[in-house]
């Protein structure tokens, strides 16, 4: 169409001179799917016997990163992948895209999207292929790279293109390699960050540079106790963080909370869980929220009571600031504010925590 914004048109990527490698391929680091094994897919869970909704959006990527360091000047994705329908239409980028950030995690900066003409999707698929760095130095320098994975779409194949000839070498270390687990709700998925590095996840994930799972089931985080146990059988996680209060009602949640709490001290007595109330609506106040975090707070009382003291609470009243309907894009979700604003709130406290 005649006067289209020329800044907007999505241009063919350029794969002449491209080495093609898998997520598997030696010396990249794969985080986000704890049970995926060399060559499977990338699902955040394994597959029998979850709730149907968790089964539905656990094949979707979120979370995932892929980390190394290369001194190639190009970086291209080739992706295909699987979307399932919305009836609203949350931010396509975050939904199926690949987002590339430059540097160590703590002091690393977004750099590119994985941009597409969207006449590739095909209903809700899309195969494509996207540049997400370039650089016109004539000079190759080894530089440190976090991939993330698209936050709503199953990704069917995956595969990360360096120009000939350029050099892969594995990432900076971990602080800590076990990872953080955050179960909750679309929130927590990421649903209407505008792309994956934006949910509020990842962004805990470079400030505690630590890997972390995201368990976030749009929908679909209600606290069942099948899910509990999953996530308990993680060998070695260094905290639970659980925000799951939006799929929920108060009645509910002080019925399922002590359980799913429960079940996980029973596979780790020493391992810390924070529980997350939820975050203000557009419209509400704090005083709204009390009976939500008097939950919580019973639930914490109660284990420390019987003697586990790494139970905690943080009132998710308190996250947005104190203009949260600025931060919210469509009633419920947070925007790309509300996202930064979440994991600014809850890194003091985790830090504390894991220190």
Known sequence: MKGDDPYMKVHAADENGIIWKTADDEPFVLEGFHWRVTNGEFRR??????????????????????????????????????????????????????????????????????????????????????????????????????????LYAQVESFEIGFEQGARPAPPTPREDTRPLVCYGTSITQGCCASRPGVCYTNRLSRLLNRPVLNMGFAGSGRGEPEVAERLASIESPCLYLLDYDPNTTPEKLEETLPEFVRILLAKHPAVPILTVSKILYPGESAEQNLRWASIHRKNQEHFRESGFDNIHFLNGSSLLGKDPGECIADNCHPNDLGFYRMAEGMAPMLRQLLE
């Open 45 to 150: 869970l394994e597959a029998g016997g979850l709730p149907p909704g968790v089964e539905a959006h656990c094949v979707q990527s979120a979370g995932g990163q892929l980390r190394f360091r290369t001194d190639s000047r190009k970086i291209l994705v080739r992706a295909s992948v699987r979307l399932r329908n919305n009836d609203a239409d949350i931010m396509s980028y975050g939904r199926l895209g690949f987002d590339l950030y430059l540097g160590e995690p703590r002091t690393s900066k977004f750099i590119g999207v994985s941009r597409l003409n969207f006449d590739a999707l095909n209903g809700l698929a899309a195969s494509y292929t996207a540049s997400v760095f370039q650089t016109s130095d004539p000079d190759r320098m080894m530089r440190e790279f976090t991939l993330y994975f698209p």
